[in-house]
């Protein structure tokens, strides 16, 4: 209990040191921020050199059981695929070199380009609404309900049967004809065929399945609203600001680290969906070809049809476009995402 | 100073990242076949451990486990450990075991997949030990062992269990219609006129045959039944265009004018028995696995839609078209207890005892003296019986030999599918369809 | 505040003051609007769980039947039929071992790395943390089979280990990544003061970081629960005897699409499966929620 409140009162020291604005000058006043004290140790400890030279050394001992796993459980087997990419290769004999055959092949491959059209067009609708509608929940239970940690396990709960065998049985029930979903359409005189089994639906009711395991992304974004200065809203209110104001400039800029965690992350992950898509898309991304994900084309190749070549080729592929994602995540988050000082 | 350290770190570090490359590159590499199998000698007698992997449900597990314990007894000097997956995790299993050159010593195979698995020295062969006298196959029919040939002829694979696709059908609903059924040696012809007057006489609702164009396995009969063989001796696909053009006309045609189930109804039916449409009263004809009847009778008993039987795929000009699709047993060249896997997939196969309390459960028992006593047997489950009949009623045909190429699973199980739901849903023309699967067939199965 | 943005909510005030004065202003009407809300929201996200765990307890064969909660011959048969007839309770236990060796892993490595990303300074910091975001990104499915080789040739294929080890070995990159910007938010001033006492790297690590980094070891320690609890593909791969299975891979074998499946069965394990990652997530919430908090700001 007690290292709680000793982290929550670290935590509050943080917060105020931080949001300090770095413009006005630091008087004496002020809280010693992180830079002054490091100064003044430095000063007293004497020669630096030894001490980094030592401090080095000891953040690798740090680092060692990550190192290691990075070295041999990490790098080694994805350079081992990088170069089974440019190889032919069916798992039993040896790979053998064929050099940019593999990419060239993908690009005309029909079934490469729908997965490429289907995950694309799933993360572009997935991703955002994901983040509105859990970032709208969150702002909705952020009003100290009570029971709040009641409703929070039950929004989550739905994330934690995402991956299961069962989820294929469950969506049918909710999207198939009959199912759950027709039914209440037809309270309201609506009769429409099965959402899984039309081709044009398909993809919509993944999307709405990634939708209803939001409960991660929604509790990051309720952590994070506790953590906005309630002085900013009380003095908002004062001004008499409406609630699309607050929201706009004090609310968003104020969780835009936890947005651009969760954008960064949810897009990767939903770049990398493979268990939805294959249990509900029948293993083979029916109907036609409407669930046939990245990954899961992937792992038809690669497991399937033992052309592992061909699949490292697709994995590399992606991971590249993936890390250009990631990097355009990182440079223009300098214009979106404050840290902790006031906007 | 620090420099040195600093250049010597990354210098390790550099040839710790090298080290290890190699070392997952020699692994694959160097992990090449060739276990203890050739210095052991073979023996009638044998001792120590083996592993038996398999797929199946609960039930096939228990009665897996059952026939092992048989088989103990009459080795008291072997132990087998049993191994198992569902079905579609035990090919992910083996994909990765046999890459690793880590398979089982009896490892459960099946004709579709054996092809791809007999590259490499992977299986080892098992003509020697046939030869030897070690496992008996004179009571299978050519045929059957025939299914378990890899590419240079040897036998790869000891079938035990055969399992072929027919045409589940729903005899209750059909009497209710009117309508007789299908006699032995009913062709193409035939049973689009039987569908076209169960179209006219079932009442709304209930369909008569089930949108099964997507499903290649009935394509298969249908070239065998006109005399194409699905591959050529290349790989390569071995049956004309127009062929494939006739055959899916005749779906669409079917869907158009009401007589299988709705595309979208079918897209989404579940993959696993208590799911099928047949058994829930929804069509009157259903494709399945002779094997599944007996599932499938269970789940129609207990939704009370009545009783199901199965016949083969209709005959064409020339003749039956089923093919048959053992499942078998293999043993890896890595293994080091052949004497022992050799001994257990000759009880696996021959043992009366083991054979009835296996009840032909993965496909008929492919020893016809063990078939007809099963089929002789009062105690034999009559669904079990039916579809035991309607296999040797194939298996005394000519069953052609289908030889899978590696790569057939993208085309036939990913792309002929999608590209017939497009077809059938009026997004290309049939035309199109096969042009665009022939297309990529030729590079697929390259 | 400037003067100019003074300015401007001013000129926006008007209006505002306005729809202010039709808010309803009684709280506790509000209040129950939220619950409604939010009840309703509930009953429709969770219907398809619900009916799951009613289904569990209907007999076998009728498992899948219908749309509607029927509660008529409710029976726990599938549970006991999963719990002894088909091994689950055994499952079970395997599960938590294996989830809780995973966490201390997991904890004992990501903390570690965390710790040194976030405090000390040391050459190729930036390359190694940009390798270990470039770590997140590559699909797993090329990594298995390397992967499953090397272990293969250490023998440990169809044991724990080749589960374990890596998360002893920090592969969990994005729990390290959660961890550093968590560290990096606490003052360094404690930090400081223990190194001016003499106390060495370790020491500071294990008596002043770790025991404020509280919040944030309860995430790892929660989300790598539920990561382990839920992983199939690992076990799969790597456990061939029956009685080492985990929950996940017991489930698979109630879905055969070549015989016959258990649906009853199915529905009420994966109920009970749902059990223990609830309960902890319940328990847990506030480290859960003061974690995430502070990994954000800095």
């Known amino acids: ?343 | 100073m620090k420099s040195a350290g600093t250049r010597r770190r990354r210098r390790s570090a550099l040839l710790g990242m090298t080290a290890l490359t190699a070392v997952a590159a020699l692994a694959t590499a160097c992990s090449s076949p060739g276990g203890g199998s050739g210095s052991v000698a073979l023996t009638k007698k044998p001792t120590g451990d083996i592993t038996y992997f398999w797929w199946g449900d609960p039930t096939r597990n228990q009665k897996t486990d059952a026939v092992m314990n048989l088989f103990e007894k009459q080795y008291p000097h072997v132990k087998v450990n049993g191994e198992e997956e569902a079905f579609t995790q035990y090919w992910q299993k083996v994909t990765v075991q046999a890459a690793a050159h880590d398979l089982p010593c009896v490892t459960q195979t099946q004709s579709r997949e054996l092809l791809t698995y007999t590259k490499d020295n992977v299986f080892m062969p098992l003509n020697s030990l046939i030869s030897k006298g070690y496992i008996n196959v004179s009571g299978m029919p050519k045929s059957i062992l025939d299914s378990g040939k890899g590419e240079d002829g040897q036998i790869y694979m000891i079938p035990y269990g055969a399992a072929y696709d027919g045409f589940a059908y729903n005899k209750t609903m059909a009497q209710k219609a009117g309508l007789a059924d299908p006699p032995q040696g009913y062709t193409w012809t035939w049973f689009q006129n039987w569908l076209q007057q169960a179209r006219k006489k079932l009442p709304a609702g209930e369909y008569p045959i089930d949108q099964n164009g997507s499903d290649a396995d009935i394509f298969i009969s249908y070239a065998e039944s006109y005399g194409y063989s699905l591959f050529n001796k290349s790989g390569q696909l071995g049956f004309p265009a127009s062929l494939l053009e006739r055959y899916w006309t005749m779906w669409v045609n079917w869907a158009k004018d009401g007589i299988a189930l709705p595309e979208n109804l079918a897209a989404q039916e579940g993959s696993t028995i208590q799911q099928s449409y047949l058994v829930q009263g929804k069509v009157m004809t259903e494709a399945e696995p002779g094997n599944q009847l007996y599932d499938g009778q269970i789940a129609a008993d207990s939704s009370h839609v009545g009783t199901l039987a199965i016949t083969t795929h209709p005959f064409g000009p020339k003749g039956l078209g089923n093919v048959v699709i053992p499942s078998g047993l293999s043993i890896p060249a890595s293994c080091n207890n052949v004497s022992a896997a050799a001994a257990f997939i000759n009880f696996f196969t021959n043992n009366a005892a083991g054979a009835k309390i296996y009840a032909s459960d993965n496909g008929a028992v492919t020893d016809t003296n063990l078939l007809n006593q099963q089929l002789n047997d009062p105690s034999t489950n009559p669904v079990v019986k039916e579809e035991l009949g309607t296999y040797k009623f194939i298996v005394n045909h000519h069953t052609p030999v289908v030889l899978y190429p590696p790569g057939f699973e993208n085309v036939f199980e990913t792309l002929y599918p999608q590209i017939f739901q497009k077809v059938v849903d009026g997004e290309e023309s049939v035309n199109a369809g096969v042009q665009s699967l022939f297309a990529q067939a030729k590079s697929d199965l390259s | 505040m400037t003067g100019r943005a003074d300015a401007a909510i001013t000129a926006r005030r008007r209006p505002f003051i306005l729809f202010r004065g039709h808010r309803p202003t009684n709280p506790a009407l509000q209040s129950a609007l939220r619950h409604i809300v939010v009840i309703c929201l509930l009953i429709a996200i969770l219907y398809p769980i619900v009916w799951m765990i009613v289904a569990s307890f209907r007999p076998g064969e009728e498992a899948l039947n219908g749309l509607g909660l029927s509660f008529s011959h409710l029976t726990i048969s599938n549970y006991r039929q999963g719990l002894n007839g088909m091994n689950f309770s055994r499952f079970f236990l395997n599960s938590l071992f294996l989830a809780v060796v995973e966490i201390i892993g997991t904890l004992f490595s990501c903390t570690l790395a965390a710790y040194a990303f976030a405090r000390l300074d040391f050459r190729f910091r930036r390359v190694l943390f940009a390798i270990l975001i470039g770590a997140l990104l590559l699909p797993s499915q090329v990594l298995i089979v390397p992967q499953y080789v090397i272990f293969h040739h250490l023998n440990l294929v169809g044991t724990y280990l080749p589960l374990i080890l890596p998360h002893f070995l920090g592969i969990d990159a994005f729990f390290i990544f959660l961890n550093t910007q968590f560290i990096r938010g606490l003052p360094r001033e404690l930090d400081d003061a223990a190194r001016i006492d003499g106390c060495g790297e370790i020491k500071i690590f294990l008596r002043v970081v770790l025991p404020l980094s509280l919040p944030a070891v309860a995430t790892t320690a929660m989300f790598m629960f539920i990561n382990s609890w839920n992983d199939l593909l690992g076990p799969l791969l790597y456990l061939s005897n029956t009685s080492l299975f985990t929950v996940p891979q017991g489930l698979t074998t109630l879905l055969d699409t070549t015989g016959q499946s258990s649906f009853g069965a199915l529905f009420a394990m994966s109920t009970l499966s749902l059990i223990p990652v609830a309960a902890f997530f319940f328990t847990g919430q506030k480290l859960l929620v003061d974690g995430i908090a502070m990994t954000g700001l800095k």
């Not at chain 1, 020291?13 to 430095?42: E, F, L, N, W, Y």
């Not at chain 1, 690798?60 to 290769?89: K, Q, R």
Request: hydrophobic share 50%.
């Open chain 1, 1 to 343: 209990m007690s290292t709680v409140r000793q982290a929550n009162r670290a935590a509050s020291i943080v917060t105020r040191a931080v949001k300090a604005p770095r413009s006005t000058p630091v008087g004496d006043s002020q809280p010693q921020t992180g830079t002054r004290a490091r100064r003044t140790v430095r000063i007293r400890r004497g020669s630096g050199g030894n001490r980094t030279g030592r401090r080095q050394n000891i953040a690798y001992l740090f680092l060692a059981p990550w190192l290691l796993g990075l070295l041999g459980v990490m790098i080694g087997p994805m350079l081992y695929s990088l170069y089974l990419s440019f190889t032919d290769y069916d798992l039993l004999s040896s790979p053998h070199w064929i050099g940019l055959q593999n990419f060239t092949n993908l690009i005309h491959d029909p079934q490469y380009i729908q997965s490429v059209k289907v995950t694309s067009l799933f993360v572009v609708v997935s991703v955002p609404l994901v983040l509105v509608v859990s970032l709208a929940l969150a702002l909705f239970l952020n009003r100290g309900l009570r029971l709040l940690r009641v409703y929070r396990t039950l929004f989550y709960l739905p994330s934690l049967l995402g991956t299961s065998v069962a989820i294929a049985v469950l969506w049918l029930k909710v999207f198939g004809q009959p199912g759950l979903l027709n039914d209440t359409l037809a309270l309201f005189g609506i009769s429409h065929g099965s959402w899984i089994g039309n081709p044009a639906t398909a993809l919509y009711t993944v999307v709405v399945l990634n939708l209803w395991a939001f409960g991660a992304t929604m509790i990051i974004f309720l952590a994070g609203l506790r953590q906005v200065p309630r002085e900013y809203y009380e003095a908002a209110q004062i001004d008499g600001a409406g609630w699309w104001n607050r929201l706009w400039h004090i609310t968003l800029p104020g969780i835009s680290p936890l947005i651009f965690f969760n954008l960064l992350l949810d897009t990767v992950a939903a770049f990398q969906t493979f268990t939805s898509a294959y249990v509900i898309g029948g293993g083979n991304g029916q109907p036609a070809g409407s669930l046939l994900f990245y990954s899961v084309y992937l792992y038809i190749q690669g497991f399937t049809n033992l052309k592992m070549g061909y699949a490292s080729a697709m994995a590399w592929i992606m991971f590249l476009a993936l890390a250009a994602f990631a990097a355009l995540c990182f440079l223009s988050a300098r214009f979106w995402v404050h840290y902790g000082s006031e906007r």
